[in-house]
């Protein structure tokens, strides 16, 4: 099974692909966003289609209180518009996946304007993980 991590910004829409079956999760280029969220809607669509995925990942930005803030409710809006399209769209918490693909990406001795084109792509890959590692949990 192929899935697609969506790390969602107002900038840059994070990118990444699993593999299911042999456990390989890719970061791939980020997508600009448009500051529409219809249009980000579409775009991630088309992407899943080409990629020809079984479901969306959309990390879902919670408080460290626990609660959904602003951002988390722009990214269930964006769900909401990809819903019900042909692909299944599940959330996952993605506390702190941007400062983990940082930190990663600095010890790799990467200047700032690559950690910058490589960083969303990193997060949605952790997204993934975290998805993956919940569904194994499950299991």
Known sequence: MRLLGIDFGFKRIGVAVAETEVGIVTPRTSIMASGALKRDAEAILALARREEVSAIVLGLPVEESGEEGRMARICRTLGDHMAGRGIPVHFVDESLTSVQA????????????????????????LILERYLDGQTAQS
């Open 102 to 125: 940082e930190s990663a990406l600095r010890q790799e001795g990467l200047k700032a304007s690559q950690r910058r084109k490589l960083r969303d792509g990193e997060a949605a890959a």
